[in-house]
């Protein structure tokens, strides 16, 4: 399903799988249409909603242009899924504790917490040693200090927050998976507001237009595109890394309470990343921030929210999405208004059957209560329907697994 529209000073059209695309994301989507290096069109995923910059479900490719802000902040953030070989229907509601309380032991979440001591990852020397990076030397770029160095070693296989999960779901199938949602962490936030705050700079210096600050640019063959080119990948591979060893600690887990299981079909994927590839017959920087790379026969993941069933799929390689799709549901309001005006009761109705902590009261940043909301920011009606969504883009994927959740722990 696609719709076009080309308002007036758009360069390129929008062309969009989200239905009903709210105001502030149409608008974002336009600015995208206006800016001096889009190329071809605007592409919207049907999870599309406002984000900063460029819409959340937003595809944007441009020609000699990084957008740092058309990444996010949370650069690689994106999913990992595996099967088991165990009958969901095998499983009792016990041992899903059973196994998510070891997975809230081993693996730290929420905003500011992490391991207790540094994690050892060779990555870290080999990026630092082959790029002769250090704190403090000359061509060191700024967000990288000894702080973040070991803000990142310490946060490595931590779940974060927001809508960072861990879950426990089973297949139509009938069989046991593992899901899990999380990125890069302090380290990609910290490569992201670096490196749009030297774009703004650039191009305020340079006289470059804009149709919105938020879409600063770096030129990629320029020492700082360059730059900003390496620490993403820096961060991907960080992202990636960091899911891999959540997964990992998730599989013992099942594996202390359920010892024969075995795992298989393992699929891990950015959806907040740049990279450059070749669409329309042009060699184009392609930017995909909450939108999956979906070329064909490409396994991909697309989760619902909590309590609600999550997608394993497989692209067909469509070209007017730029080989893209949805990274999720999408959220369907914004936090503090989920929080203001969701029923918690409603919400709790609609997490009948599934294991997990409950709604409690909002905190404040040292654990008072801080307005006498609940936290309402996750629950399942702030998002979209998850398959309204998957109806909208049958023509950029193909579903091949459709799962649902037994038991999820929340970031």
Known sequence: MEWETKDEGCRVPVKSWCAAVEAGALKQAADCARHSRVFHHVALMPDCHQGYGIPVGGVLACENAVIPNAVGVDIGCGMVAVETNIPAIEISENQIKDILSIVRYKVPAGEGHSHKRPIKWNVFDEYLETNKLYPGAKDTPVWLDEKCLELARLNLGTLGGGNHFIELQKSDAGYLWLMLHSGSRNLGYRIAAAYHKTAQTENERKKDPLPSKDLAFLEPESGTGQAYIRDME?????????????????????????????????????????????????????????????????????????????????????????????????????????????????????MRGIVFDGFRRRKARFGETKDGLYDLEEAPPAYKDIDRVIDEERDLIFPVEKLSPLGVVKG
């Open 234 to 350: 820096f961060a991907l591979c960080y992202a990636f890394e960091n899911r891999r060893r959540m997964m990992q600690v998730f599989k013992e887990a099942v594996m202390t309470i359920i010892p024969k299981a075995e795992f298989q079909n393992e699929t891990n994927i950015h959806h907040n990343f740049a990279a450059k590839e070749k669409h329309f017959n042009r060699t184009v920087w392609v930017h995909r921030k909450g939108a999956t790379s979906a070329q064909k026969g490409q396994r991909g993941i697309i989760p619902g929210s909590m309590g609600t069933s999550s997608y394993i799929v497989e692209g067909l390689g469509n070209p007017e999405s730029f080989m893209s799709c949805s990274h999720g549901a999408g959220r369907r309001m914004g936090r503090m208004e989920a929080c203001r005006t969701l029923s918690v009761d409603d919400c709790r109705k609609v």
